[in-house]
């Protein structure tokens, strides 16, 4: 995609609405890899369109709060990780993740009354009313960053108290139809950026900067040879390494502290096995020496390398000296590395992250007709997902 096509082909969030809604019913597009890539075509667009208009309003209450409690489930649980991270590293105010299995009655008395509830949550899940109920309840005010307008809330949640409630808006509404979500786990991103912006006055993200990385990352051909070989490999899986692992994703801090929609990607836009997660030096504190044991199948390393961080090219060095070294032949162990570009600050290096995946599973999950409308196990997990944290469920 040109830099002319980005800056030209604007599309407002409801007519994308309107384009995407008519593809679900009248396309046969039966594994919904049509309209994914549709989505991630827009989400170049979207991301540029948010970072032009800037200014997300907040109310004083906001403005001075010190301390917040962070929360979100699904991919938004990396927004809600992210936005942890930026209030603690660009602020001096306390701001710590909780998961939602907190936030039932059983757990009324656990935070303080002074404390922002900060809720993520793309399209309200039932599991996320549940914890928007509590923080009108047991906190003094909720913000809660949604792809829905405060209409569409009320018609959801009619018993919102909106004196408690403030909504950040980010695309995309209604990014249903398939399993995986692309346009949202990126919006959700910025939008922790230019609350941030606004929170602190600082200006966190520059124009040229984003449109440098989207239009690096865009491109939906893998051309470059270590992600070239990644995906054939992950392509080819012919030992169900990647699917079925073990298989490693090793970064370094604080990237690897806010990667979550990497593991999430895999899992629902591939069906693949969750790839463990490791720090590059905390992978010789227990997980090298599990991954020695294992003599009766290959094992698959992915290390995640950016280009303007000393340290991670050499500890991915170290990582891969320590592996060959001792290497025979009772045991295959595959290592890949991704480079990222950006500038070493988790402002740009996240989002690249992001989209570079998105095309790399993008491309598996064509190749290997990975089915986005009639998933596994779809419509099953009612028990769970449909969980509102009702007086009744709890009894």
Known sequence: MGESEIVLNTISESKSDNAYDVMAKYS???????????????????????????????????????????TGIGSSEAHARYLTLLLNTYTNRRAQFIGFTAFTTATAKVFHSDQILILYSQGLSPNAQMVLSYGQT?????????????????????????????????????EYTTLIRVIGPACGFLAAIL????????????????????????SLSLSISSQSALLQAMLEDTEHQFSRGPFYLILSA????????????????????????CDYLQFAHGT???????????????????QSNALDAELERRL??????????????????????????IIYSLL????????????????????????????????????SGSSSSLE
């Open 28 to 70: 046969i597009d039966s594994l919904g890899h049509d309209l994914i890539r549709q989505r991630l075509a827009q989400i170049p667009v979207f991301l540029l369109e948010m970072l032009k208009k800037k200014t997300i309003s907040i109310s004083t209450n906001i403005y001075v709060a010190q301390s917040f409690i962070v």
């Open 138 to 174: 047991y906190f003094s005010r909720v913000l809660l960053f949604t792809s829905m307008n405060n209409e569409q809330l009320k018609s959801k949640c009619p018993w919102i108290l909106s004196d408690k409630l403030e909504t950040i808006q980010f695309p995309l509404h209604d």
């Open 195 to 218: 609350f941030m912006q606004q929170l602190t006055d600082q200006q966190l993200v520059e124009h040229d900067q984003l449109q440098q990385i989207i239009l690096a990352t865009s």
């Open 254 to 277: 604080p990237l690897i502290d806010v990667c979550q929609n990497i593991q999430y990607k895999l899992l629902e836009g591939l069906f693949y096995s969750m790839p463990v997660l």
């Open 288 to 306: 090298y020496q599990q991954l020695r044991s294992i003599t009766d199948r290959p094992s698959a390393i992915v290390c995640i390398v950016n």
């Open 320 to 345: 891969r000296e320590m592996i060959e070294s001792h290497s025979d032949r009772r045991q295959l162990i595959n290592i890949y590395t991704l480079y990222l570009c950006s500038s070493p600050s």
């Open 352 to 387: 690249e992250l992001e989209m570079l995946f998105n095309r790399l599973v993008f491309g598996i999950m064509c190749e290997r007709r990975c089915n986005q409308i009639n998933w596994p196990g779809k419509g099953e997990d009612q028990p769970l997902y449909g969980f």
